[in-house]
């Protein structure tokens, strides 16, 4: 098992920047991929960035440029740093891992960007 814990959401204003993190516990070796992903009212959860373990970062094409995902393998935890926020980031982030074939979610964070 994989526990996973957000935290870093908040209210900013267009322009402004946020930096969630994600504390991972539990069973961490053999994780695939740690990510982030987002889901805004009425539409589908959608991934925003993905370590590939091994090597590689994905990116949504919508923030690229804009959001950098990093880790501290020291702190077991995961970080999003999200700049330049637009109001269509508005939505609930998830962190999330793959471990041996099996997702693990956590609770999500709301990020509110007004305009």
């Known amino acids: 098992q994989v526990q996973l814990v957000e935290s870093g959401g908040g209210l900013v204003q267009a322009g402004g920047s946020l930096r969630l993190s994600c504390a991972v516990s539990?069973?961490?070796?053999?994780?695939?991929?740690m990510g982030w992903y987002r889901q805004a009212p009425g539409k589908q959860r959608e991934r925003v960035a993905t370590i590939i373990t091994g090597g590689g970062i994905i990116y949504a094409d919508s923030v690229k440029g804009r959001f950098t995902i990093f880790r501290d393998n020291a702190k077991n935890t995961v970080y999003l740093q999200m700049n330049s926020l637009k109001p269509e980031d508005t939505a609930v982030y998830y962190c999330?891992?793959?471990?041996?074939?099996?997702?693990?979610w956590g609770q999500g964070t709301q990020v509110t960007v007004s305009s």
């Open positions: 999330h891992a793959l471990r041996s074939g099996s997702d693990y």
């Open positions: 539990g069973s961490i070796f053999s994780i695939n991929h």
